[in-house]
């Protein structure tokens, strides 16, 4: 079973920066068939999506995010780094690295999250 491990969040100032990396223990199988993304989360509320890369390789962002955060993936090393700048305190959220086969059949993963928490 493959496991998303992310790591590198934490406690930030407004204005500052985080980059957020998730690693996969292996390839997966069928790897050119998934889209690959980050989600976040806060108490009481639904996971959204921050950004996605679609098959093809073109990236999608949330409108709260265009302009200040940056996905982008190593598919040699299986990482997945989601870029975050100029942070604000709506930030703040548990966020997800996510695997998924936009065509189904597929086993979808999600990493454990790691926290991030804009503050000053």
């Known amino acids: 079973q493959v496991q998303l491990v992310e790591s590198g969040g934490g406690l930030v100032q407004p204005g500052g920066s985080l980059r957020l990396s998730c690693v996969a223990s292996?390839?997966?199988?069928?790897?050119?068939?998934?889209?690959w993304g980050w989600y976040r989360q806060t108490p009481g509320t639904l996971r959204n999506s921050v950004a996605v890369?679609?098959?093809?390789?073109?990236?999608v962002y949330a409108d709260a995010v265009k302009g200040r955060f940056t996905i982008s993936r190593d598919s040699a090393e299986n990482t997945l780094f989601l870029q975050m700048d100029n942070l604000r305190p709506e930030d703040t959220a548990v966020y997800y690295c996510?695997?998924?086969?936009?065509?189904?059949?597929?086993?979808?993963?999600w990493g454990q999250g790691t926290r991030v928490i804009v503050s000053s």
């Open positions: 292996e390839s997966i199988p069928a790897d050119h068939l998934y889209e």
């Open positions: 996510h695997a998924e086969s936009p065509g189904g059949g597929l086993p979808k993963y």
């Open positions: 890369i679609r098959r093809g390789g073109r990236s």
